[in-house]
């Protein structure tokens, strides 16, 4: 059983940036395709972006691209999603995602892909 555990949600301006982590309790991530997601009130989970078991694939939303990096540091044991040029509707719950899967190379960025979920962390834009 994988334990997730995000941080580094906050409030922040419009334009501001943050910085949030996560790190697996009880296992390494060297095995697992990781990925993050959010969910605004009232509505669905969406996906925000996903890294390979390498680091060296990665996949993003289209409302994301050019201003979220999500990378990971196998050393660390960490996964870390760069959060630049905020806007207000990027306000929501963000949610890290872990899978186990057997290829380096494999993104995955559709939720039910994902067994191992976080509890979340806030994040909130204001205009």
């Known amino acids: ?3 997730l555990v995000e941080s580094g949600g906050g409030l922040v ?3 501001g940036s943050l910085r949030l982590s996560c790190v697996p309790s009880g296992r390494t991530i060297d095995y697992y395709a990781m990925g993050w997601f959010r969910q605004a009130p009232g509505k669905d989970r969406e ?3 996903a890294i390979s ?3 060296g694939s990665t996949d993003y939303a289209d ?3 050019g201003r979220f990096t999500i990378s990971r540091d196998n050393a660390k044991n960490t996964m870390i999603l760069q959060m630049n040029s905020l ?3 990027d306000t929501a719950v963000y949610y890290c995602a872990a899978e186990s899967v057997l290829r380096r190379d494999y993104v995955l960025r559709t939720s039910y892909e994902y067994r191992y979920w976080g509890r979340g962390t806030q994040v909130t834009v204001s205009s």
């Open 87 to 89: 806007k207000p509707e």
């Open 13 to 15: 301006q419009d334009g």
């Open 63 to 65: 409302s994301v691209k």
């Open 1 to 3: 059983q994988v334990q």
């Open 53 to 55: 078991r390498s680091g």
């Open 47 to 49: 996906f925000v972006a």
